[in-house]
């Protein structure tokens, strides 16, 4: 059955790739979507990981005794997931004219844009180091926000170098704000998705200033190396992460030092052998898939079922622990608690999988739902900001999640849904307020996705 299930994740893997690909080079569509990023997430942290599990026999804490029968269940869900997915976002119940309502806003100038910069980059600390940090309750949630106004406050920066690549000014504000909010991200978290976040944000808007109008052959080069130069220091961060949980300087109860501090304090303890636990890291791709495999086999004798838990964690993951102390935890975080796994922080927690939440949360009503609803949200974003590709007010929050929305597959996924949905909250607040301080009064008409739209 293991020969049999790699075969069938190998078929889904090509039809994912040739999906993306397709999409990527064909004239009717745009190169770069947020159906493409899931997808891509999905075959990262599902398929791919399954395959290096079934192939490898490599299991994460949790160990899967018998990889036949869950592999085989796993690769028949991520078809039926899939297609689900894909029918709905062709479909667009009802997404498609909500995403080309017509909207009044203003042109934007570079010096605006660089103002808009400054806006979101200040929110952003408002909203995390002031009061995320001094308010209990009201704290938790502009802490959430605060994700988005930061990627947006790059993203704003690189629309400005992006319109004139040939001024220096906006050059050096670009990598300025590049450095702070790399900074900013690394100063209170170990996650990569800040940095990972940064870099995507550049690229969604490199896309709809610059590449959207060459050939896609140019563009897919372009976003190559953009890639490359973006994966450095993810892998960089990685190593020193590791090194700070062997030593001094690690996340939460790993080490001496937290923050910047701590990242300075595992530079000194840096090896080589340190660069290749993230590598082997992504080539497993935090074992997502073999948490999965281990759901579906220890399902429901270990852990049980939780009927739709993950809209249900969705919908209570904003209200604060302080406030109901009893609030259900993630699913990852449940993994590590019914699988017994010892000598980890009390916040640890694993990466089950999107076909490993579906399961638990009973597949056969979990999977239309959730596959529907993230194929419609992906067609919104995604109808949205090709209709008003050239207005950086609308585009520029959608793009500021696009880290949060790979990995949804990886799961906890109602946390990456959670925070998808506070990124561009966040990202359109300090939008909104820097076009209404920075952009330039149009004559007050309506705009729809149909209407040309020129930014100085």
Known sequence: MIAISILILLITAVAIITIVVRDTFAAGKEAVSMKSIFLLGFLFFQTSSTIFTLLTGETDMLYVENLGTPALIFASLSIIFLSIFLYAYARGWGVVSLAHRPTRTPKASIGGLVGASIICVSAGFVCRDLIGTTVPVLGVLTFQLASGMYVASVAFAAWAWFLDARRITTALWLVWMVVLVTAAFLAVEWSRRGIVSVFLGVAWVGYFVKWRNISRGRFVKWITVLLIVGFVPVVLQSALRSAAQGGGGGPKGT???????????????????DLFTPIMEIAAAQFAGSNSLWLIEECPALQPYMPL???????????????????????????VIVGNIQRVGDEHNLGPGIIGHCWVDLWWLSI?????????????????????AEIPWIVIPLGAATAHIFGIPRGETALFAFNTIAAIVGAWLA??????????????????????????
């Open 255 to 273: 080490g001496a030092l937290g923050g910047l501090a701590g990242y300075v304090e595992a530079f000194g303890n840096l090896n080589i052998s």
């Open 309 to 335: 838990h993950q809209l249900y964690y969705l919908s209570v993951h904003p209200v604060p622990r302080i406030l109901w102390e009893n609030k259900p935890t993630g699913l990852g975080r449940e993994m």
């Open 368 to 388: 239309p739902i959730y596959a529907i609803i993230l194929g419609l949200a992906m067609r919104y974003i995604d109808e949205r900001a090709s209709a008003f």
């Open 431 to 456: 939008s909104a307020i820097s076009a209404y301080i920075f952009g330039r009064q149009t004559d007050g008409e309506m705009l729809t996705g149909a209407e040309e739209y020129n930014a100085d």
